[in-house]
């Protein structure tokens, strides 16, 4: 996801002066949201019921205005039996 230059800025002010940046954390949201739903989705197509083990990564990417935020979701595949 592309990290608006304007929301870098701000929250970059916010980290300076203390407080929290809605923007930015709407955006990692988001991108969290995104990567567990295409994991999920792939679990799905491999047959698996469940992913156990799930650990999320996030990560800055770029510079000078062109950061993009990435966020990854890792975990393993399994078939829950009842």
Do not use: C, H, P, W
Request: negative net charge; proline residues 0%.
């Amino acid at each position: 996801m592309g990290a608006n230059i304007f929301k870098d800025l701000f929250a970059g002010i916010r980290d300076i002066v203390g407080g929290r940046s809605a923007a930015y954390e709407k955006e990692l949201r988001s991108a969290k949201e995104i990567a567990l739903s295409e994991m999920i989705e792939q679990a799905k197509t491999l047959g698996a019921n469940a992913v156990i083990g799930v650990d999320l990564d996030y990560e800055t990417i770029g510079g000078g205005g062109g950061n993009m935020l990435m966020v990854s979701a890792s975990g393993t595949a399994v078939k829950v039996e009842e």
